[in-house]
């Protein structure tokens, strides 16, 4: 499997446009997380998926912000409109299992990641 | 204060030398416990799955303190290879990872 796919890698943009972030989980894998990591916040998780439902999206820091998943194999983070402070690196997971109870197969595994850049 | 803290560091250390990472969280009700590894500009990678009775994996050994909250890494033989940030991470009841910071060590020659 070639793991977890993100696009773009990197993305520059300027104040007050769309940006559209795109994330291909692992076949088979029924969770999927989107995170934003910054040197000032750390890694911080936005909003995950089961079976391409949303579960949890306390962590989407403002309504300029949106998740789809319309697929198994596909989703998308959107912000609308952009503005500086939402320049991070946006990281995309997928797990086959919940990581709350300690199980066998419940690893993350990130995708490479979107650095984005909001001038 | 935040759910998971770590030690910042960077911890610098030389080849072959033994370092020691730790972490505490506040959520007493958290129900797993990991250790990933994050490369310069890299995804991060789970190093370990961290269990109540401390678990060895080769060079790596991880304990976990439940009535103090505490997780701890010890790394042996430090590598050259093992430069890198190691992020202490919790997952609690409803399956959120809580990721700390992370400790950055650099192993020198």
């Known amino acids: 499997d070639a793991g977890v796919i993100q696009s773009p890698r990197h993305e520059v943009t300027e104040m007050g446009q769309e940006v559209t972030l795109r994330c291909k989980p692992i076949?088979?894998?029924?969770?999927l997380f989107w995170y934003r990591q910054t040197m000032m916040r750390g890694l911080e998780l936005l909003i995950y998926f089961n079976n391409n439902v949303p579960i949890d999206d306390s962590g989407m820091p403002e309504d300029r912000f949106s998740a789809k998943m319309p697929n198994a194999s596909f989703s998308t983070l959107k912000i609308q409109p952009s503005e500086p402070r939402d320049s991070a690196v946006y990281f995309c997971a997928s797990s086959p299992k919940l990581a709350g109870v300690p199980a066998y197969g419940n690893e993350q595994f990130f995708g490479p990641g979107t650095r984005l850049t909001v001038l | 204060r935040k759910e998971v803290e770590q030690d910042p560091g960077p911890f610098n250390v030389p080849e072959g030398a033994t370092v020691a990472f730790n972490c505490t969280y506040s959520?007493?009700?958290?129900?797993?416990f990991f250790w990933y590894r994050q490369d310069c500009r890299k995804e991060p990678k789970l190093l370990m799955s961290v269990y109540s009775s401390g678990n060895e994996d080769g060079r790596f050994t991880a304990q976990l303190n439940r009535a103090s909250q505490y997780i701890s890494l010890l790394i042996r033989d430090s590598k050259l290879s093992d430069s890198a940030t190691y992020l202490c991470?919790?997952?609690?009841?409803?399956?959120?990872?809580?990721f700390g910071q992370g400790t950055e060590l650099s192993v020198k020659p």
């Open positions: 959520n007493s009700a958290s129900q797993s």
């Open positions: 991470v919790v997952a609690n009841q409803g399956g959120k990872l809580i």
């Open positions: 076949s088979g894998h029924d969770y």
